[in-house]
Structure formats: C-alpha cells, structure tokens
C-alpha cells in the first residue's frame, strides 16, 4: 500500500494531514515541496518547517520543478516567493532522498506525468515491464540528461538539464512540443497522458483531482490536501 500527494508547495498544514494519515504506510510525495503560489502565500519560516518535515521524514520524494529549481545544476531559473539560494543547501544536502520516478503498487509515480510523445521515447520493453521498469529506466535517464549543458536561448548563458525529461512546452513558457516528467500539462498541449503508462502525477492544477482511464491527475488550486490511496482505490480529501 501507499499514500500519494502532490504539489505540498509549503504547506505545513497539509503535510501533517498527510503524515497522521495510516502512519504505518508508505508515503510518497511527487514534487513542488516547496514556492507556495496564487493566494496562499506563506512565509519564509513555514516554508523552511514545511520542507524540513519532509526531509526528516521516510517519504519517499521525488523530483518537482519547484524543487530542480534549487540544485546546482539549475535547469531552469527559479520562479517561488524567495530567492534561488534560499532552500539550496538543504535540496543539495538531501539530494540522494530523491528520485525523477518511482513505482508504488503497480503505479508510476512522477512529477507531471509521461505524455504520448515521451512515451514513444521510452523503449518498448521497457514499456512492456510496467512501472517499475518504466520508473528505473526515468531514474537512469534523469541521471544522464541532468549533467548534460544546454545553452539558455530565452535568457542567456548556460542551464543543465537537457533532454526530453527536462523539456518544457511551450504552453508552460518553453520552446518544446511537448513537456517531460517535470512539465507536461495535458491541457495545455491538448494530449492525455500516455494511456501505455498507469501512472499518477500533479504539477497541472485543476479544481479538484481528476481521474482517467489510466491516469491520475492530484493536483488541484484550493490548497487542500488530497491524496490517492492504493490499497482502497480511493482519491481522499484529508
């Protein structure tokens, strides 16, 4: 079993909900810890405490463009309430608690999800092995395309993250047909996620969860905690 959420965006509040709810389990977060956005602006503090809890807890985390943000390697330019130095070093220092992709009871978890294009990428017996094969093959490529330099043709100078799991769209502000794990928005490209992937995402915020054939959409604009529980089927409003 596994409880999901997405999208905390510093919210100490909601990270509490989600760590009292069936503590026994595996938790998993998928990205964008941090920058909380629109109306609920938080301070500086709560944001630290909101990270910090999560960092000291055993979730497992992954990757958000919130969070990528904040490495070194800085593939795109940070865009939250405070300055790009202002969670560096506890991203860079906790770094190996992170992953781009994770399998969770037959599910593959990332960020913003594997769109069609991408999908097409990824080689098809890999595909073939389900999540966690897809999961460990994102994981690897993550690696590789991180290191990679790309030089930044919006602002200048130099980014890394170069590759199709780093793309943005250009309905998100890129130059790219369509986004990676980090940035697809299946409304704004006007394509669902890969029907070939069981997977759960956030990162494209909507009234509330949404739910597809295949697919598992968990972000949402009013700030309220919502997970997916695996064992009982159940998107849930904590």
Same mark, same amino acid.
């Given at each position: 079993?596994?409880?999901?959420?997405?999208?905390?965006?510093?919210?100490?509040?909601?990270?509490?909900?989600?760590?009292?709810?069936?503590?026994?389990?595996?938790?998993?977060?998928?990205?964008?810890?941090?920058?909380?956005?629109?109306?609920?602006?938080?301070?500086?503090?709560?944001?630290?405490?909101?990270?910090?809890?999560?960092?000291?807890?055993?979730?497992?985390?992954?990757?958000?463009?919130?969070?990528?943000?904040?490495?070194?390697?800085?593939?795109?330019?940070?865009?939250?309430?405070?300055?790009?130095?202002?969670?560096?070093?506890?991203?860079?220092?906790?770094?190996?608690?992170?992953?781009? $992709?994770? /399998?969770?009871?037959? #599910? %593959? @978890?990332?960020?913003?999800?594997?769109?069609?294009?991408? +999908?097409?990428?990824?080689?098809?017996?890999?595909?073939?092995?389900? $999540?966690? /094969?897809?999961?460990? #093959? %994102? @994981?690897?490529?993550?690696?590789?395309?991180?290191?990679? +330099?790309?030089?930044?043709?919006?602002?200048?100078?130099?980014?890394?993250?170069?590759?199709?799991?780093?793309?943005?769209?250009?309905?998100?502000?890129?130059?790219?047909?369509?986004?990676?794990?980090?940035?697809?928005?299946?409304?704004?490209?006007?394509?669902?996620?890969?029907?070939?992937?069981?997977?759960?995402?956030?990162?494209?915020?909507?009234?509330?969860?949404?739910?597809?054939?295949?697919?598992?959409?968990?972000?949402?604009?009013?700030?309220?905690?919502?997970?997916?529980?695996?064992?009982?089927?159940?998107?849930?409003?904590?």
């Amino acid at each position: 079993m596994a409880v999901i959420i997405s999208d905390i965006h510093g919210s100490i509040l909601n990270v509490q909900k989600f760590l009292a709810y069936e503590p026994q389990e595996q938790h998993v977060c998928l990205g964008d810890i941090v920058d909380s956005r629109g109306r609920n602006k938080l301070t500086f503090e709560e944001e630290v405490a909101c990270l910090d809890l999560l960092l000291n807890s055993p979730t497992i985390l992954l990757w958000g463009n919130h969070d990528l943000a904040y490495l070194p390697e800085r593939p795109w330019r940070c865009y939250g309430n405070f300055s790009e130095m202002a969670f560096r070093d506890r991203y860079q220092t906790a770094r190996s608690k992170f992953a781009a $992709a994770y /399998a969770a009871d037959g #599910w %593959l @978890c990332t960020h913003a999800g594997v769109s069609p294009k991408l +999908a097409k990428l990824i080689p098809t017996s890999v595909i073939a092995g389900g $999540a966690e /094969a897809i999961a460990e #093959w %994102l @994981c690897v490529e993550f690696e590789r395309e991180l290191v990679v +330099a790309d030089p930044d043709i919006l602002r200048g100078g130099t980014r890394y993250g170069k590759g199709p799991l780093f793309q943005i769209p250009v309905c998100r502000g890129g130059y790219q047909e369509f986004g990676g794990i980090f940035w697809h928005d299946a409304g704004g490209e006007q394509r669902l996620p890969s029907p070939l992937v069981r997977q759960i995402f956030g990162h494209s915020p909507d009234v509330e969860p949404i739910r597809g054939e295949t697919w598992i959409n968990l972000d949402t604009y009013d700030g309220e905690a919502w997970i997916y529980n695996t064992k009982t089927d159940a998107i849930i409003r904590l």
